[in-house]
């Protein structure tokens, strides 16, 4: 039997906090359904695959982790070819990106020897799947990114920044407001608009603050702060960063934050924990926190550009080389679904963090 506020425990318990506290900031609600400890979606759930409720990238094609992969030997040859070297993988998913990375990076044989492997993985379940999956390059998990030593890092990100909480805001008549969840008489969690005030105003991105009224405006405290981390570790010790997103380059309005389950669009608010939720990332805000840390970035690229910049078609020719025709059509189809701009080419996007002094990575030298 499910109520109005769903079919788990965490329905109850948010409404429970609501109730007590008042209407929940969109970024706390967002919270709460990812990652209760109890029902959070990242706690119970499969996320990924055709049983999963979404696809990723590495799941499509194994070419993706295997450039990265590539990426990130020809970077570390460029830092001098540190040893031992630090790789970090946050929300590694299945671990297939990784796997495919080491695969690749295995022809680098000095490279691969000097890894040593973390991974920052929310989700209990998917942790077992990583360690079964990386089980030959001995990975150590991590709580987060502070848990990591110090040292050279090369380290890599798809759709992690998408699940980081947002809050959101929304134009009044003469400033802005936070946005907030509450529960209305039947129930059920509905989005209300906070007090107008010159605060919220001043936390809207400069760029959208003179918006038509209505205008909704999301920020993600959480993801600057961990980019703001990530540059600070590049300055310490020579590395970058590889974050691959759907998203955009500059401040843009409107609400993103969306739920998917089982590969279909569901409603934000109901049943929490059901459903992943994630928002476009707002790369520009990325990017302005680590340069204020000290790194340098490149980017926001398309996805499409990048991976063909690595050399994704010539990837492509090896492995469809000899290989069955069905073999083929499938590594064919997998690419384009990455490269394709009506498909990921265009929407994901590649900003890369790196240490200053080192020269651009590779798919970022000829600029935008
Ligand atoms: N990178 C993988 C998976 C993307 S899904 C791929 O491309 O297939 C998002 C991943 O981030 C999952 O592994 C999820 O469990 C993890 N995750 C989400 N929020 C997290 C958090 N706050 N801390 C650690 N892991 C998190």
Request: glycine share 10%; charged share 20%; net charge negative.
């Amino acid at each position: 039997m499910s109520d109005a506020t769903g079919s788990t425990g965490l329905g109850a318990r948010i409404a429970r906090r609501i109730r007590a506290e008042g209407p929940l900031s969109v970024a706390a609600f967002m919270a709460m359904a990812l990652h209760d400890p109890e029902y959070g979606y990242y706690r119970h759930q499969y996320p990924i695959g055709r049983d999963g409720d979404f696809i990723t990238a590495p799941e499509i094609s194994q070419i993706f982790g295997e450039l990265i992969g590539l990426w990130c030997a020809d970077l570390w040859r460029r830092m001098g070819a540190p040893d031992p070297v630090t790789i970090v993988e946050l929300g590694p998913g299945r671990g297939v990106l990784l796997a495919d990375f080491l695969r690749a990076a295995g022809t680098v044989p000095e490279f691969r020897r000097a890894m040593r492997l973390y991974l920052v993985e929310a989700s209990p379940v998917l942790r077992v799947a990583q360690a079964e999956c990386l089980a030959a390059a001995a990975p150590v998990f991590v709580a987060d990114l502070d848990a990591v030593p110090e040292g050279s890092l090369l380290l890599v990100a798809n759709e992690f920044f998408d699940a980081l909480p947002v809050r959101q805001f929304v134009r009044c008549r003469n400033q802005w407001a936070e946005r907030l969840v509450a529960v209305d008489e039947g129930g059920r969690f509905v989005f209300v608009d906070g007090r107008e005030s010159a605060l919220a105003t001043a936390l809207v991105p400069a760029a959208l603050r003179d918006s038509p009224a209505g205008t909704i405006a999301e920020i993600c405290p959480s993801s600057a702060a961990l980019a703001g981390g990530i540059a600070s570790r590049l300055v310490r010790h020579e590395g970058a960063a590889l974050l691959i997103d759907y998203g955009h380059g500059v401040a843009t309005p409107g609400a993103t934050l969306a739920a998917v389950r089982l590969h279909r669009a569901a409603d934000v608010l109901e049943d929490p924990g059901m459903a992943d939720l994630s928002v476009h990332v707002d790369f520009a805000a990325i990017a302005v926190a680590a340069v204020a840390a000290g790194a340098q970035a490149y980017g926001p690229m398309p996805q499409g550009r990048f991976l063909t910049a690595l050399g994704a078609d010539a990837r492509l020719a090896a492995l469809c080389a000899g290989a069955p025709r069905d073999r083929r059509d499938r590594l064919e189809r997998g690419l384009t679904r990455l490269i394709d701009p009506r498909e990921m080419g265009t929407l994901f996007k590649a900003l890369a963090l790196v240490s200053p002094g080192l020269p651009a990575p590779a798919g970022f030298e000829a600029g935008l």
